[in-house]
T-cell receptor, first 111, second 112 residues
Framework: AQSVTQPDIHITVSEGASLELRCNYS??????LFWYVQSPGQGLQLLLK??????LVQGIKGFEAEFKRSQSSFNLRKPSVHWSDAAEYFC?????????FGTGTSLTVIP | NAGVTQTPKFQVLKTGQSMTLQCAQD?????MYWYRQDPGMGLRLIYY???????DKGEVPNGYNVSRLNKREFSLRLESAAPSQTSVYFC???????????FGPGTRLTVT
C-alpha cells in the first residue's frame, strides 16, 4: 500500500538558520511527489513538485527538494528560514487517481 | 476565476443532525476530491469523482455520501453527524500543472 511518512511532527529553528524537512514514501512505481504548505487557518498551497528528470527541484519562497530514489525520500530544504515560513508542511504522493499525504511537520521559527 | 470554492466556512452541528458541504470549481476539470484534515493525521481522502456522474470511495468514506451534481459541483453530505466527524474539510480539483491538486479554503465543522 502506498504511504507517506514525515518522521518529524514538530521542528523549531532560528530565523536565518537552514531547514530540512524529511519525507519518505512507499510506492511501487516512480511517483509524482509534492510539498504543500499550510498557514494557520488557510488552505494548502503548492510549494514544489517532482515528476522526473533533475532530482533537485526548485519551488516558491526559496524552497527546494531533492528526490533520492535509493532512499525513497523527498526532503524539503531552505538555506535561510524567515519568520513567515512558520506553518505546517505536508509531503504528498500522487499515484494517478489518488493523493496520499503525510501527517505533516509543524515548523516554528524563533526570532 | 475563483478556482475552488467551498461553503460554508464554519458550521456547528449537534449529534444526529445532517448537513451538506458544497464545493464548486470553475476550472472545467473532470476530477474533484473531498478530504478531511485532523491533527496528527494529515489529509485523508473521503471520496473522489473522476468525472461527472462517477464517484469512488477514498480512505475514510464511512458516514459520508457524495453527489457529483454536474461538472462544476461536488457535494459532501453527513446524514447523521457524529463527534468523530469534527474536522476541517477540504475540497480539491486538479491544479494547473500535471498531477497537482488545487484546494479550496476549507470548511471547519464541529459536531457537539
Amino acid at each position: 500500500a502506498q504511504s507517506v511518512t514525515q518522521p518529524d511532527i514538530h521542528i523549531t529553528v532560528s530565523e536565518g538558520a537552514s531547514l530540512e524537512l524529511r519525507c519518505n514514501y512507499s510506492y511501487g512505481a516512480t511517483p509524482y511527489l509534492f510539498w504543500y504548505v499550510q498557514s494557520p487557518g488557510q488552505g494548502l498551497q503548492l510549494l514544489l513538485k517532482y515528476f522526473s528528470g533533475d532530482t533537485l527541484v526548485q519551488g516558491i519562497k526559496g524552497f527546494e527538494a531533492e528526490f533520492k530514489r535509493s532512499q525513497s525520500s523527498f526532503n524539503l530544504r531552505k538555506p535561510s528560514v524567515h519568520w513567515s515560513d512558520a506553518a505546517e508542511y505536508f509531503c504528498a504522493v500522487n499515484t494517478g487517481n489518488q493523493f496520499y499525504f503525510g501527517t505533516g511537520t509543524s515548523l516554528t521559527v524563533i526570532p | 476565476n475563483a478556482g475552488v470554492t467551498q461553503t460554508p466556512k464554519f458550521q456547528v452541528l449537534k449529534t444526529g443532525q445532517s448537513m451538506t458541504l458544497q464545493c464548486a470549481q470553475d476550472m472545467n476539470h473532470n476530477s474533484m476530491y473531498w478530504y478531511r484534515q485532523d491533527p496528527g493525521m494529515g489529509l485523508r481522502l473521503i471520496y473522489y469523482s473522476a468525472s461527472e456522474g462517477t464517484t469512488d470511495k477514498g480512505e475514510v468514506p464511512n458516514g459520508y455520501n457524495v453527489s457529483r451534481l454536474n461538472k462544476r459541483e461536488f457535494s459532501l453530505r453527513l446524514e447523521s453527524a457524529a463527534p468523530s466527524q469534527t474536522s476541517v474539510y477540504f475540497c480539491a480539483s486538479p491544479g494547473h500543472g500535471r498531477g497537482e491538486q488545487y484546494f479550496g479554503p476549507g470548511t471547519r465543522l464541529t459536531v457537539t
